[in-house]
């Protein structure tokens, strides 16, 4: 069993930045992948960006390559989500995910089977 508790959501304005955290307890050991998610109103969930934890390898989705930085502390068990330049777009909750399988596509939600409560981003322009 893993929890993950994310924080750091908020209402910012167009271009303006946050950082999202996320807090792994329980069985890590298990975990390959940790990914970022998010799901805006009526939108299907997608991947934002996702680190294979052996390596330390990230991946991005195009949206928001160059504007979003995923990064890990592992003495601390915490995930990060660092995001610049905001756009409305990005309004949308997010989640942090765990996933325990080695060869998945890290933007998948099924390659994930542990996630946390989500945290509410907002962008106003």
């Known amino acids: 069993q893993v929890q993950l508790v994310e924080s750091g959501g908020g209402s910012v304005q167009a271009g303006g930045s946050l950082r999202l955290s996320c807090a792994a307890s329980?069985?890590?050991?298990?975990?390959?992948?940790m990914g970022w998610f998010r799901q805006g109103p009526g939108k299907a969930r997608e991947g934002v960006a996702g680190?294979?934890?052996?390596?330390?390898?990230?991946y991005y989705d195009a949206s928001v390559k160059g504007r979003f930085t995923i990064s890990q502390d592992n003495a601390k068990n915490t995930l990060y989500l660092q995001m610049n330049n905001l756009k409305r777009e990005d309004t949308a909750m997010y989640y942090c995910?765990?996933?325990?399988?080695?060869?998945?596509?890290?933007?998948?939600?099924?390659?994930?089977?542990?996630w946390g409560q989500g945290t509410q981003v907002t962008i106003s322009s």
């Open positions: 995910a765990t996933g325990a399988l080695r060869w998945v596509v890290w933007s998948n939600p099924s390659s994930y089977n542990y």
């Open positions: 329980g069985d890590t050991y298990s975990t390959y992948w």
């Open positions: 680190i294979y934890t052996e390596d330390g390898r990230t």
